[in-house]
């Protein structure tokens, strides 16, 4: 099946550093992956959409600036917290769809997560 | 735009007994419809989807889901479980539009006891 590695699990960070977060499909390519950010004990919320040599689309109240994201290959998308701050701390998950999806079976792969902490 | 409300924030079960999860949704057009789990420190699994067909949808863990259009709902069940079943369930739905992003639901915490 569709497997999604994110890498790293956990990191811990000073506030002010950057930090990256990857996030690669493994046995399929895409076209498309979506960034989401978990509270503790809440829900999802999507950050962005990355596509493939094009901008990033970003929900509203996400700041471009602050969370770059690059999706430059077909396997691999990448979320840069930059000036962390510990406001930041969160859980952080990738997901991608097959580019071969064409809406016939809505395959979403999610990441493991990466836990981030600013101190 | 479309929404997600998960009616239970939290559902304790004790183990065997069947358990049935919530899930209502909001949306002009057509949807897509998921239920995803996900454990401790770790991202989201794919229980089940509805695209279209049947409205009783199986998924895998012994899950299963109804969609009923006219009340908007997608609620999951599950006749038995177990004490592996303890997780938070998200239920989600995308819409048949360009883009497909999920939307999800609050989310419900699964306790189930011995």
């Known amino acids: 099946g569709a497997v999604v590695s994110q890498h790293p699990s956990r990191v811990i960070c000073k506030s002010g550093t950057s930090v990256k977060i990857e996030c690669r499909s493994l046995d399929f390519q895409a076209t498309t992956m979506f960034w989401y950010r978990q509270f503790p004990k809440q829900s999802l919320m999507l950050m962005a959409t990355?596509?493939?040599?094009?901008?990033?689309?970003?929900e509203q109240g996400v700041e471009k600036d602050k969370f770059l994201i690059n999706h430059a290959s077909l396997t691999l998308s990448t979320l840069t917290v930059t000036s962390a701050h510990p406001e930041d701390s969160s859980f952080y998950i990738c997901?991608?769809?097959?580019?071969?999806?064409?809406?016939?079976?809505?395959?979403?792969?999610f990441g493991s997560g990466t836990r981030l902490t600013v101190v | 735009a479309q929404s997600v409300t998960q009616l239970d924030s939290q559902v304790p079960v004790f183990e065997e007994a069947p358990v049935e999860l919530r899930c209502n949704y909001s949306?002009?057009?057509?949807?897509?419809l998921f239920w995803y789990v996900q454990y401790p420190n770790q991202g989201l699994q794919l229980l089940l989807k509805?695209?279209?067909?049947?409205?009783l949808v199986k998924g895998i863990n012994g899950f299963e889901a109804e969609f009923n259009k006219s009340q908007t709902s997608f609620h999951l069940r599950k006749p038995s479980v177990h004490i592996s079943d303890t997780a938070e369930y998200f239920c989600a739905v995308s819409v048949k539009a360009a883009g497909n992003k999920l939307t999800f639901g609050g989310g419900t915490r699964v306790l189930v006891k011995p």
């Open positions: 949306s002009s057009v057509s949807v897509y």
């Open positions: 990355s596509n493939e040599g094009s901008k990033a689309t970003y």
């Open positions: 509805y695209l279209s067909g049947s409205t």
């Open positions: 997901s991608a769809r097959p580019t071969y999806d064409r809406g016939e079976n809505y395959g979403y792969t």
